[in-house]
């Protein structure tokens, strides 16, 4: 198995996904060092002109299907492409679990007419305990007086 990007996997982790599947998906997403930048497209292309000015030039076909792929190597290629696809499904399943999961969370939220209450409901009681709470006191001793010594 290649190189495989540690923040994919870390994300698909915590979402809930299997170790397994996390390490396939993580090791689907290529990593930076393989990645191609400017200057290697510009050395591509230079090298394209350059094999079409070989190839203008060049009266022998010989050399030019000696580099060409075989159907064993389309068959390499067309296997390969079959397993990314296979790969990109089961992402695909993920990021489905993924938003069903966001969902759940979305609605487990308090909303902002619940901590609007909840304040009111503080605020009640900092008035009952410390407003009120002389007034609190003496009718809980009253009611403590009668139920002890009736």
């Not at 809930?16 to 930048?37: D, F, I």
């Amino acid at each position: 198995m290649g190189l495989i990007v540690s923040e994919v996997y870390d994300a698909l982790i915590e979402a809930g996904t299997s170790p397994e599947k996390a390490t396939a998906a993580a090791a689907a997403v290529p990593t930076a060092g393989n990645m191609a930048t400017k200057d290697d497209i510009a050395r591509i292309d230079a090298n394209i002109a350059g094999i079409r000015a070989d190839m203008a030039t060049q009266n022998d076909l010989t050399g030019i299907r000696a580099s060409m792929a075989t159907q064993d190597d389309l068959t390499g290629i067309r296997a390969e492409i079959a397993g990314i696809r296979g790969e990109i499904a089961g992402i695909h399943g993920d990021i489905a679990r993924i938003d069903v999961t966001i969902a759940r969370m979305d609605a487990a939220m308090a909303t902002k007419q619940d901590l609007v209450k909840i304040g009111k409901d503080i605020a009640v009681l900092k008035f009952a305990v410390f407003g009120g709470g002389s007034v609190m006191l003496g009718v809980m001793g009253t009611l403590l007086k009668l139920a002890l010594f009736p």
